[in-house]
């Protein structure tokens, strides 16, 4: 059974950083793609960072986070890291990482953790 656990998460003023992990177990990890995704109160999921599988050549993010945020992967330890930098109050949420069911893949997100709370507040 595929289970991802999230931490990290914490209280951080504007301009400050992050650095979330997400530690996986269950199956082998480097074969998988990883995903970063967040949710605020109200709002839908909302998607974050991707990492491709094997040594994560690709990363996919969206404008929002751009310049500001990595992603990357440590395999031996079966870690994807969320590297979040010049964070502002509007990327408060709670943090999910997931991975698809496929391996050497895109696909839909199958497996979640059950999130690491970020909040950015002075």
């Known amino acids: 059974q595929v289970q991802l656990i999230e931490s990290g998460g914490g209280l951080v003023q504007p301009g400050g950083s992050l650095r979330l992990s997400c530690t996986a177990s269950g199956r082998a990890f480097s074969n998988y793609a990883m995903g970063w995704f967040r949710q605020a109160p109200g709002q839908e999921r909302e998607f974050v960072a991707a990492?491709?599988?094997?040594?994560?050549?690709?990363?996919y993010f969206p404008d929002s986070v751009k310049g500001r945020f990595a992603i990357s992967r440590d395999n031996a330890k079966s870690t994807v890291y969320l590297q979040m930098n010049l964070l502002q109050p509007e990327d408060t949420a709670l943090y999910f990482c997931a991975t698809p069911s496929s391996a050497g893949q895109w696909g839909e997100y199958t497996y979640w953790g059950q999130g690491t709370q970020v909040t950015v507040s002075s």
């Open positions: 990492i491709s599988w094997g040594s994560g050549e690709i990363t």
